[in-house]
Structure formats: C-alpha cells, structure tokens
C-alpha cells in the first residue's frame, strides 16, 4: 500500500504528550494516527468478526445469547441496585 504525507496543525503540548504516550505503547506516533484512522473507517487490514449464526450454536450457549444485550448499568446504577436489595 502506496503511503502519503499528511500535515496537521495541532496544538504543540498535545503532540509532545501524543509522541510520549506513542513510545510508551513502542509505536511511532505516524502509527498510532494510523490506527485511529483504520479504527474511524474500518481497515481492511482488521475485518470485523462475523457474529456467529445463532442456530449453529450449541443449545446451552444459544439460551445465554441476549442476556448481555441492551442497555450497560453504570456503577451508580449498581449500587443503587444493591441498597434497594440489602434493605
């Protein structure tokens, strides 16, 4: 894959902690741009993993499928879950 220079304006203290967190993970901070552009527009280099068909799955994991779907608690949501039940 043919590579092309891109120039950015941004503010100077933002890159030098970008650079400093960019060679804390050992990647250049070219790289770590890279990887948030692949992950904004999906790189072909990472292709998403196909969900498997819920009919092939076997029958106890096909039961558990959508008890984690919807909406996440938050940690306030939690606890207040638990003074409701421990009183």
Do not use: I, L, N
């Given at each position: 894959?043919?590579?092309t220079k891109l120039t950015l304006r941004l503010d100077a203290d933002l890159i030098s902690r970008a650079k400093a967190s960019a060679a804390k993970q050992g990647k250049s901070l070219s790289q770590i741009v890279a990887d948030y552009f692949a992950a904004l527009?999906?790189?072909p280099r990472r292709p998403r993993r196909k969900r498997p068909?819920?009919?092939a799955l076997p029958p106890n994991t096909r039961h558990l499928c959508g008890l984690l779907e919807g909406e996440m608690l938050d940690r306030s949501a939690y606890l207040r879950h638990l003074e409701e039940k421990h009183r």
């Open positions: 894959m043919a590579q527009v999906g790189s068909d819920r009919d």
